[in-house]
């Protein structure tokens, strides 16, 4: 089983429209977590840290269950400019890379 | 301030070679690290440095050198060069281990081995 797991997609979406993405992770000692968003043949960028009282930033909601070992992301009004890959990354006493959820937003 | 500044962008290789990756930060990061990202299966830590001097294997070492002599210089030495290390590399720094400052990622460099 891998450390950190998301779904691939593509998520193809309206401008407007509302998606989430879910991620999972293995280990219960995994001490923070982010989410990443990478452009076609870019490096990664921290897009936000995700807490455990969950946390917004503007159009964007990150959740964190600890329990359940589960985090997710909610993009509100999408935007062109939303279409990205989205990368779940946990640290236990390093960052571990999800392989990513790629997101392409039309018009 | 040029954050973390990678060199070359492309390279290719023939199977055998050797060849140093840069990568320098001017942020005084402490934390330094090398990942490769292969298609669907992420970025793979390669070596990392808590700060000059010291160094440590990641997930995915074999084939691959660091050192770490100063704060700012964290290069990658790959000692025979062989298909299966053809990839994207990036070199990322941090304030701190933890990553909670977030990591800053180099443009990364293209390796493709023939």
Redesign the interface.
Known sequence: RKEVEQDPGPFNVPEGATVAFNCTYSNSASQSFFWYRQDCRKEPKLLMSVYSSGNEDGRFTAQLNRASQYISLLIRDSKLSDSATYLCVVNTDKLIFGTGTRLQVFP | NAGVTQTPKFQVLKTGQSMTLQCAQDMNHEYM?W?RQDP??????IH?SVGAGITDQ?EVPNGYNVSRSTTEDFPLRLLSAAPSQTSVY?CASSLL????Y??T????TRLTVV
Do not use: A
């Open positions: 690290s990942y669907g299966m992420g970025l793979r830590l990392y990641g990036f281990l933890n990553g909670n977030g990591y990622f180099g443009s990364g």
